[in-house]
């Protein structure tokens, strides 16, 4: 034992004490390795957060619009190499790549749409429960020309997990809509429920209306609500503004 162990009074340390000191040395840098990591992923994630604000405005022409776009993508993609497993920078990808397949003709926009979808994909992957990545995969399917039932499944998922987020709902309910008829019936009970919340929020009352108006579901949104008042008073008050419009040229009626 004397033999293995060298002398304090030398100075030195025992075996097992550099051992650990060796261990915690690597811990540290493998942490310090990490952190960096992550550091510049945000970098790179601010900077194509702050491009974005900056220089994708309205009076940007299309062509301005596509290079700051995929200006954006590339910095993700960046921060994604120092950060793969963070869901968040999935869903800025995909919400990219959505917004630049709108720029596009087909097949080119189905093509950059199914990028998206990629990107929510493995979003869903990190964070399942996730209702806006659920509900933007949904709206990425869509563009892509997926499956009808692929998209109604991806709009499920969102309506069940994020029931009380009211804004996510409408957006279901916005998606959901042109589509009613190839709904089941327990999918179109779901979207009723949906109508119901969102009907209770006074703020989102009149958006959910002219959706509602707009895709003739009135009395798909009368039996949700049981014929609530103020919801039948936001429908008619709706209804008097529309009727007071010309529907050619968007001028008063009766006036010259």
């Known amino acids: 034992m004397l033999k293995i162990m060298v002398s304090l009074r030398a100075g030195r340390l025992f075996p097992l004490s550099k051992l650990l000191l060796l261990l915690c040395g690597v811990v540290l840098l493998a942490l310090a390795f990490v952190a960096a990591r992550h550091i510049a992923s945000d970098v790179y994630r601010e900077l194509a957060e702050s491009l974005i604000q900056s220089e994708l405005t309205p009076d940007a022409t299309r062509e301005q619009n596509v290079e700051t776009l995929e200006h954006g993508v590339n910095l ?59 509900i933007n995969l949904a709206n990425a399917q869509r563009k892509a020309l997926a499956p009808a039932q692929a998209v109604f499944a991806s709009l499920e998922r969102a309506m069940t997990l994020g029931p009380w987020e009211l804004t996510l709902q409408l957006g279901v309910l916005r998606l959901g809509m042109p589509m009613w008829g190839g709904w089941s019936a327990e999918q179109k009970r779901l979207l009723r429920g949906a109508m119901g919340r969102v009907a209770t929020a006074p ?54």
């Open 76 to 134: 993700l993609l960046k921060a994604q190499q120092f950060n793969s497993e963070n869901p968040d920078l999935n869903l800025d990808l995909g919400d990219l790549y959505l917004r630049l397949a709108a720029l596009f003709p087909q097949p080119k926009s189905q093509q950059i749409a199914q990028l998206s979808v990629d990107q929510y994909r493995q979003a869903l992957k990190k964070r399942p429960t996730w209702p806006y990545a659920w």
């Open 203 to 256: 703020d989102l009352q009149n958006k959910l209306v002219l959706a509602v108006l707009r895709y003739g579901l009135e009395s798909e949104l009368r039996f949700a609500v049981n014929e609530s008042p103020e919801i039948i008073r936001a429908i008619n008050a709706l209804k008097s503004q529309a009727r007071t419009v010309a529907p050619s040229r968007g001028r008063a009626v009766g006036l010259k």
